[in-house]
């Protein structure tokens, strides 16, 4: 099991990375507003990473990683700010470009955003208290209001989308947590989240994930709005 975690980030970019030339896909010509979105995102939550490593919120297993760290975060966490997003992103345009029907209606996807905003809020409201839960519930409120607001026609898309990335998401993050290992390769404190699990995955990772894939989407969609209105 020694080197899982690499193995698991460069397991889920193969596959994305190899179709992304593929003739009816196509996802290398999105890289010019795909990739600066990574970036961004990677430049907020990476800094988060690493304070919650150091006040030992969250932390790394040294059986399942190669022991390369950068400011206390093992390669294989940076590497995962790349990797996971890259693929989930790859997944989202495979969705839309060649599933007929894929969106939901404007209508619908403005009820999504209410009841998903309601929830946030609830949860924000029992897990003030804890840093995790109260730092990726606020988190994701800011950049659903803000797409809601900047970009509300990525909405209908992604939520729909976002329901089949956590497909392999609960695989991956499954694995990382503790699934089918003698221990996690990611250990929590479950005092600074609500506790709650689904299986071996704290809930506030669905949240989490959430947030660094919507900011993914939203940056590159601006990008690209920017791009056609020139």
């Not at 909405?155 to 003698?182: C, D």
């Not at 709650?196 to 969609?221: F, H, K, Q, S």
Request: with cysteine.
């Amino acid at each position: 099991m020694e080197r899982l975690y690499l193995w698991l980030d460069l397991g889920s970019l193969a596959l994305p990375l190899l179709f992304s030339f593929h003739p009816k896909i196509k996802f290398y010509k999105l890289w010019p507003s795909v990739l600066p979105g990574i970036l961004l995102m990677a430049l907020v939550f990476i800094p988060w990473d690493i304070y919650f490593t150091q006040q030992g919120f969250w932390g790394f297993n040294p059986k399942y990683i190669t022991g390369i760290e950068w400011f206390g975060l093992p390669m294989e966490e940076w590497l995962f700010f790349f990797c996971i997003p890259y693929a989930c992103l790859f997944t989202h345009h495979v969705l839309g470009s060649l599933v007929r029907g894929w969106p939901l209606s404007l209508r619908v996807s403005n009820w999504v955003y209410v009841m998903v905003v309601t929830v946030l809020i609830i949860g924000l409201w029992y897990g003030i208290n804890q840093w995790y839960t109260a730092t990726a519930f606020i988190y994701a409120l800011l950049v659903l209001g803000l797409t809601q607001n900047t970009a509300p026609e990525l909405l209908p898309s992604f939520f729909m989308s976002y329901l089949i990335i956590l497909i392999p998401f609960f695989v991956v993050n499954g694995v990382l947590t503790g699934s089918g290992l003698p221990e996690p390769v990611v250990w929590y404190n479950d005092t600074e989240n609500f506790g709650l699990r689904l299986g071996t995955i704290p809930i506030e990772d669905t949240i989490y994930n959430l947030g660094m894939l919507l900011t993914v989407a939203l940056v590159g969609t601006h990008i690209q709005q920017r791009n056609l209105a020139k």
